[in-house]
């Protein structure tokens, strides 16, 4: 089955950059959809951004719109999320997952372990 693992997460000041990479193995990575969700503590799972197989299609949440950018690499088996202008509320524990396109968890099929970012004031 498809393993996924997240990496590029840490300690950020307010205002700062940071991508997140997820590296997909055991499956045909082009054939899937990819989403970002993140965990804010004490908090439910919420919609990050999303992109289709082949890469031509994204969707991303209000929150994020404008500041975040993700991406696909079919050639490499990997995706990430490029976060810009983070600010504290950003802070969370940031999930990739393969499925469907779409902003529900029920899309995707495939989960990594997560990444924490921490954004301070």
């Known amino acids: 089955q498809v393993h996924l693992v997240e990496s590029g997460g840490g300690l950020v000041q307010a205002g700062d950059s940071l991508t997140l990479s997820c590296t997909a193995s055991?499956?045909?990575?082009?054939?899937?959809?990819m989403g970002w969700f993140r965990q804010p503590p004490g908090k439910e799972r919420e919609f990050v951004a999303a992109?289709?197989?082949?890469?031509?299609?994204?969707a991303y949440a209000d929150s994020v719109k404008g500041r975040f950018a993700i991406s696909k690499d079919n050639a490499k088996n990997t995706g990430s999320l490029q976060m810009n202008s983070l600010k504290p509320e950003d802070t969370a524990l940031y999930y990739c997952a393969l499925g469907a396109f779409g902003r529900s968890s029920t899309n995707f099929g495939a989960w990594g372990q997560g990444t924490q970012v921490t954004v301070s004031s």
């Open positions: 055991g499956g045909t990575f082009s054939s899937y959809g």
């Open positions: 992109i289709n197989w082949s890469g031509g299609t994204t």
